[in-house]
């Protein structure tokens, strides 16, 4: 099951269950701007105008995203300039990546677990709508103690 989330500061953007068997098995080139990106535009934009500026954009160095369709699709929708650069391997160090940390610990609770994809999509979905501003904003805080860190 693949799933794309985001995140504004304390603000959940939306939660998208990546479809297999209507937009192919594994997230590609064409895919991720075709599929993800116009779920995600808008909530980018929502917050950009909330803060009477861009909000920055960051996604991990998977191939999708770094691929030249998808950068011509940013472009045209007019946010390339607002991607921060990061590296594809620094999991701890991403608030998104806490985020989705925090959900799963929150599955591994249920009982009964979730044993089958569809039961998995509601629970994932039931623990990020739980998910609270304030948890949020601690999660992303962590982020600042991570980097400094390392």
Not at 7 to 14: D, E, W
Request: charged share 20%; with cysteine; glycine share 6%.
């Amino acid at each position: 099951m693949l799933i794309y989330k985001s995140i504004q500061g304390t603000q959940k953007g939306p939660l998208i269950f990546y479809d297999k068997a209507n937009w192919g098995k594994t997230i590609k080139a064409t895919s991720y701007p075709d599929h993800i990106i116009p779920h995600m535009d808008p909530f980018w934009k929502q917050q950009s105008q909330l803060q009477l500026d861009y909000a920055y954009l960051q996604q991990d160095g998977a191939s999708p995203h770094r691929a030249v369709y998808t950068q011509n699709h940013i472009k045209a929708l007019g946010i390339w300039g607002y991607f921060i650069d990061w590296p594809p391997s620094s999991p701890d160090c991403s608030s998104i990546k806490n985020v989705w940390r925090s959900i799963k610990q929150g599955i591994r609770r249920l009982r009964p677990f979730p044993t089958t994809n569809e039961a998995l999509r509601v629970a994932i979905q039931e623990e990020w709508d739980a998910t609270t501003p304030e948890e949020l904003g601690e999660l992303v805080n962590a982020v600042s103690t991570c980097v400094r860190e390392v």
